[in-house]
Each structure stands twice: as C-alpha cells, then as structure tokens.
C-alpha cells in the first residue's frame, strides 16, 4: 500500500462516532451546578488586605501612643516664652493660649514619667528652642526670609506638638493664620 | 427525505443545500438561545456534535473511557466559553478545537497514569468500535496503535483533513513537525498493514 492509498482509506475512515452511552447527563450535572464566581475570592483578599492594613495601622498607632513620651516635654522652667518671627511677627493669641494650657499640664505628666523619659523629654524641647532662638536671630537680620519663617513655624509646630503628647490634650495645631 | 431519493442528481445536491442551509440556521438559532443560558438549546447543540467530538476524542485517545470524559469535558467548555463564540468560524470547528485542547489536555495530565496503566496491560489496546467496516477497522486498529505524537497528527490531518499548519496550531507544535509526525505515522501504519495484508 503506498502512501495515497493510506490518505485516501484514512480519509474513509468514520469522522463522526456514536458514543456506547449518552452522556448528556453528566454534561448536564456539571453546567448546572453554581458557578463560582471569579470575584469572590478576590473581593475575599482585598478584604483580608484592608482588614491587616487597619490592624497593623492600629497596633502601630497604639505603640506610638504609648510610646510617644520619647519625643515628649519639659518642666515650667524650660519653659520657652520667645514666640516671634524676628522683630517683625509675633505669633497669635490662639498659639500663646495652647502653648500655656498646656504648659501648665507638664509638671503633671512628668510626674507620671520615668526620669529618663523626663530626660528624653528635656533634651528635646532644649534643641528645639535653640533652634527656635537660632532662627529668631536670624529673622531679626534678614526679615523677610519666607523659607526661615516657614522653618521657624515648623519649629513651633513641633514644640506644641511634643507639648501636646506630653500633656494628652488635643488642641488644634497651630496654623499660619494664627501668626 | 423520499423526495430526496427519487430527485435526480442536481436536484438532490440543491435539496441538500437546502437542508443544510436550514440547519445552519437552526443551529445559529441555538446557539444564540443557549448563549442566553439556555440549556435546552445547549443539549439540542450537544446532539447535533455529538458524534464528531466524541470521534475526535476517540480517536486520538483510544480509549473508550477516556474518550467519554473528554468529549463530556469539551461540551462543559463550551458551555462556559459559550459566551466568547461570536461566529468567527463555524460552531462545529470551534467545538472541535475545544475537543483536541481537552484531549492534550488530559493526555499530559495523565501521562503518568497512562504509563503505568500501559505497563501492566497487553501490548494490544482493544478494539475501538468506531464503526468502520471491513479491511477500515484494520486501519483503524493500526492507528490505534500508533505512537501518541505520529497517531494525534494522523487523525487531524488524514482523518479530519486539517492543514498541516492547523494541525500544528492545535498541537502546539510546527508545521514541519506535524509533516514529520505524518511522514512517521505513514510508514508505521504500512508497516503493520503489510503484515496484516491489508489492501486498500
């Protein structure tokens, strides 16, 4: 037999064959059952990636809360009464007012603290009003500097910041317009 | 179909054209009923298949069991896939394509399987009833036996007259390949035809 041959009864050979029994009904069983759908397991995830993401943002807030008296505060005698921009500004009654409420918590709040968190706390507020000074210093030679100024109010940010987690008061922060 | 049988030759060739233009239409008619999930339509689809994928199956599987999940496979994809169809070619080559993909696959899956099953059973795989008659069930035996590479690209191409660039497409392989795979299954099936004198 030579290779046309072989093609030509190959090509006579059954295409379509009757199956020995029908199996409609296991195709049928199958179509029927629910599909499950391709977004619940993805939805699924994405709940299971929020839900860790606001329990990690959770832990991590509650250690910083309580750990926050690392950066924290000072005793009355620390206490930084220069609250200008060089000669030219002097900061807001909003900002004075905060600043001695929460002064007046200090005292109180260190007696809850360790000594070396009160150190911690000292050593910080004392850099910050150096640099306070600094920049102060500087102002009064070159008024108009918009970049010093925007330093100095940094600085003051974080000095009632600090002031603010030491003392556990939520006061607003202050805002340039409060200069 | 008795006007049919007395209809002489050009007229039975338009009748036929007739028929099948109609049952183009119906099958059109089902599929879109089934792509709107119904599965009366589908079934309707499965009868009218049936046959070919289920003999595709068999065909390159040679083996009854195997062929029957197959084709049951390849109709749940089609199902599932019902939605994708949109006409590009028709109905019957598309199941087709599905048949041959839930054959490879399936085939690589159970590869391990299979030749542990092959180890221990005869070296004769039994008979397929496939309807062919006389000396064709010989050949259809040596196919049967035929290396899975040789026997895959033997029954797309010399069977289902496929390309052999389609038959390649639907086997992941190249299209010298798949005239090589053909070249070697020609020569093998020779070979046992001859010992077995077969004429064709």
Not at chain 1, 80 to 88: I, K
Not at chain 2, 82 to 89: A, C, I, M, N, P
């Given at each position: 037999m030579n290779d046309e041959e072989l093609m030509r009864a190959a090509a006579r050979l059954a295409r379509e064959i009757r199956p020995e029994r029908d199996l409609w009904a296991g195709i049928e069983e199958a179509i029927n059952e629910p599909v499950a759908s391709r977004w619940r397991p993805m939805l699924a995830q994405a709940a299971a990636v929020l839900l860790l993401i606001g329990a990690t943002s959770t832990i991590t807030y509650m250690a910083v809360k309580d750990t926050s008296p690392r950066a924290v505060v000072t005793t009355p005698d620390m206490i930084?009464?220069?609250?200008?921009?060089?000669?030219?500004y002097t900061l807001g009654p909003g900002f004075q007012d905060a600043r001695n409420g929460l002064v007046a918590e200090l005292n109180i709040e260190f007696d809850r603290l360790s000594p070396e968190a009160e150190e911690d706390i000292r050593t910080n507020l004392t850099m910050i009003h150096t640099a306070i000074n600094n920049m102060n210093d500087e102002l009064e030679k070159d008024p108009g500097n918009t970049l010093l100024q925007e330093q100095l109010l940094r600085m003051y940010h974080e000095e009632l910041a600090l002031l603010r987690r030491v003392s556990g008061l939520s006061r607003n922060v202050m805002m340039r317009n409060d200069i | 179909m008795a006007a049919l049988l007395t209809a002489d030759t050009s007229d039975y060739s338009r009748a036929m054209a007739t028929v099948s233009t109609d049952t183009q239409a119906e099958e059109a008619m089902l599929i879109e009923q089934a792509q709107r999930s119904s599965r009366r339509a589908f079934e309707a689809l499965y009868r009218l298949h049936i046959d070919r994928v289920y003999g595709v199956c068999l065909r390159m599987t040679g083996n009854v069991s195997e062929a029957e999940d197959c084709a049951q496979d390849a109709f749940i994809q089609a199902w599932n896939k019902?939605?994708?169809?949109?006409?590009?070619?028709a109905f019957s080559t598309w199941l087709h394509r599905i048949a041959v993909n839930s054959v490879l696959g399936r085939m690589r899956k159970s590869k391990r399987e299979q030749e542990r099953i092959m180890a221990v059973s005869d070296d004769t795989p039994p008979r397929l009833e496939t309807g062919d008659s006389g000396e064709l069930r010989d050949l259809s035996d040596a196919v049967n036996q035929l290396p899975e590479g040789a026997r895959n690209v033997f029954v797309l191409?010399?069977?289902?007259?496929?390309?052999h660039d389609e038959t390649g497409e639907m086997l992941g392989i190249a299209t010298g390949t798949s005239k090589a795979q053909l070249h070697r299954a020609k020569r093998l099936l020779a070979q046992q035809l001859k010992q077995e004198g077969f004429e064709a």
């Open positions: 930084f009464e220069r609250a200008s921009f060089g000669n030219r | 019902l939605k994708l169809f949109r006409g590009d070619s191409h010399a069977v289902y007259g496929y390309s």
